[in-house]
């Protein structure tokens, strides 16, 4: 059974930093791509950046320059690292395999001061 858990969302400021992890169980991860997923109150969830199982890298124009995606197959687990967030990053961020179409439940991401 395929498990993907997500961790290191929380409260943070205007321009501060996070890094979400997500660790997956079940799957064939080092072949897969993996994608980072957000979606804020009233919105579509929308994609924010994907990674190839050879980590060739792609993200949304909103995010690009401040948000950086990473894998460690050793370890089962896709990054996604957040600097400069700004209000409208606010959001339940999901990680998704779409090799098995599996989502994790989501960590909420507020940008607040």
């Known amino acids: 059974q395929v498990q993907l858990v997500e961790s290191g969302g929380g409260l943070v400021q205007p321009g501060g930093t996070l890094r979400l992890s997500c660790t997956v169980s079940?799957?064939?991860?080092?072949?897969?791509?993996m994608g980072w997923y957000r979606q804020a109150p009233g919105k579509q969830r929308e994609l924010v950046a994907r990674?190839?199982?050879?980590?060739?890298?792609n993200y949304a124009d909103s995010v690009k320059g401040r948000f950086t995606i990473s894998r460690d197959n050793a370890k089962n687990t896709v990054y996604l690292q957040m600097n400069s967030l700004k209000f409208e990053d606010t959001a339940v961020y999901y990680c998704?395999?779409?090799?098995?179409?599996?989502w994790g439940q989501g960590t909420q991401v507020t940008v607040s001061s």
């Open positions: 079940g799957s064939r991860f080092s072949f897969n791509a």
């Open positions: 990674i190839s199982s050879g980590g060739i890298t």
């Open positions: 998704y395999d779409p090799y098995y179409d599996h």
